[in-house]
């Protein structure tokens, strides 16, 4: 009986764990990577009272892969190869996840409704900030714009992006009566999340947002497509009235820079190439005062174009085996390359680059099976008119797609912020699809 009373209270204590990781993400790297910790020993000890095995065992084997090229490359190259291996506690992380949500012991509505508590708090907070000038703590708007409780951090609309569609969820749930009402309020709250994204000035997660948005009520064409709609015309309409000639020459500016991107990155490509031509251009900037000679080897920026120009070409000089766990601003000052960076900015590039194509290929069948099981399950739901397993496992998977999303410009797949919420939506996901098939039916 004791040991029974232990086992409930430690389920308690796992789901506020769970539900509570989206404040710890804007608490910051120390608090998630504390918050990783503690779930990781409550799910531990769990575990081994329950005496819990794994049944299918191929999306751990492959992640487990993906991580041990990591570590051969990082030795390899002789590169924060003890960072290498702490990468291991995001296997365990992910191992602990999926066994733990395999075994239902979390209330998923609950974890939902906090989790869309947060976000309502972060959008409120973004737009708060947007008219006065400081957020509801005092944190007032910083020079790249508003960022609500993440400081100097520009990431605030990231983090909507990536948490908002758990509050998606809980709009059609908690509202799904028909009546003029409801549908005034979910287009509200839905129109909320964009604003609040909009406001943020990034302009990558607001064009994922709203493109994955659109594909989730092209899904639910009957039942949530006109909300969605209406909430994109409440969006229009303030950007309309509130937004700044700045902010709407930011998006339109970055549909410019989309176009020219792809030309632009060969060029940076081909110029390191040519070591004469190259040279060139860094005393050209010199002259012009535009590139100060102390940092000629290494200059901070963040152009997409030079950066993914840059990865090409040290990519093309590490191709198999990459250049170990973040390893990239250091090559870019060794290659002597122009405006490098800690990490290339797309996750496939990075990934490419830091275990090179072995480690890459490992990477893209882990990829292709998730997407291959979430489609079938998915199939199977909605066959089957389970229309709650189905609900869930899109909205898991939507958040797979944006997470890798391959044609955007991103943070690092390796910071502590990044890694941990793709493991959280993977770890979901492959909960939700862990089964096996026969015949079109799960068993």
């Keep these: 009986m004791l040991f029974q009373y232990n086992l409930t209270k430690l389920v308690i204590i796992l789901n506020w764990v769970l539900a509570l990781l989206p404040i ?54 002789q590169v924060n190869v003890e960072k290498s291996l702490l990468f291991l506690r995001i296997l ?13 012991i979390f209330n998923l509505k609950i974890i939902f409704n906090i989790f869309s508590i947060t976000v309502i708090i972060v959008c409120l907070d973004l737009i708060f900030q947007f008219f006065v000038g400081y957020n509801i703590i005092g944190l007032e708007v910083q020079n790249n714009g508003v960022t609500s409780f993440f400081g100097d951090e520009k990431i605030a609309g990231s983090y909507l992006q990536n948490f908002g569609f758990f509050l998606i969820y809980i709009i059609f ?46 899904v639910f064409y009957k039942s949530k497509l006109k909300n969605i709609l209406f909430s994109i015309f ?46 060139e251009i860094k005393n050209f900037l010199i002259e012009q005062s535009l590139l100060p000679e102390k940092n000629l080897d290494f200059v901070k920026g963040s152009g997409h174009a030079n950066l993914f120009g840059n990865g090409i070409y040290i990519w093309n000089n590490n191709k198999f085996l990459g250049i170990g766990y973040k390893n990239f601003y250091a090559k870019c000052a060794e290659y002597k ?69 391959p044609f955007k410009s991103s943070g690092s797949f390796f910071t502590t912020f990044n890694i941990t919420y793709t493991i959280i939506i993977l770890a979901l996901l492959t909960s939700q699809i862990e089964k096996k098939y026969q015949a079109g039916r799960i068993v």
Aim: charged share 15%; glycine share 4%; with cysteine.
């Design 92 to 104: 365990i992380f992910y191992y602990i996840s999926i066994l733990l949500l395999k075994e239902k």
């Design 173 to 218: 749930e908690k509202f799904n009566k028909k009546n003029i009402k409801n549908e005034i309020i979910k287009s509200l709250l839905i129109a909320l999340i964009s604003i609040a994204i909009f406001v943020s000035t990034q302009r990558m997660p607001m064009i994922i947002w709203l493109l994955f948005l659109i594909f989730y009520g092209a």
């Design 337 to 405: 390359l122009l405006r490098c960076s800690t990490h290339p900015h797309n996750y496939y590039l990075e990934i490419l680059l830091t275990v090179g194509l072995l480690g890459f290929s490992i990477f893209i069948i882990y990829l292709i099976f998730l997407i291959l099981r979430s489609l079938q399950s998915l199939k199977i739901y909605w066959e089957k008119n389970q229309k709650e397993k189905f609900n869930l496992t899109l909205i898991f998977f939507i958040n797979f797609l944006m997470i890798f999303f």
């Design 24 to 77: 710890s993400f804007i608490l910051g790297n120390l608090v998630i990577n504390l918050h990783v910790l503690i779930f990781i020993t409550l799910g531990c000890i769990y575990l081994n009272k329950k005496k819990i095995k794994l049944n299918e065992k191929f999306p751990i084997l492959v992640f487990l892969f993906f991580c041990l090229f990591l570590i051969i490359s990082s030795i390899y190259n």
């Design 234 to 279: 409440i969006l229009g309409i303030f950007i309309n009235l509130f937004s700044s000639g700045n902010e709407k020459i930011n998006y339109t500016s970055f549909y410019k820079n989309i176009k020219n991107m792809i030309n632009s990155t060969i060029i940076v490509y081909q110029t390191n190439k040519d070591e004469k031509k190259l040279n």
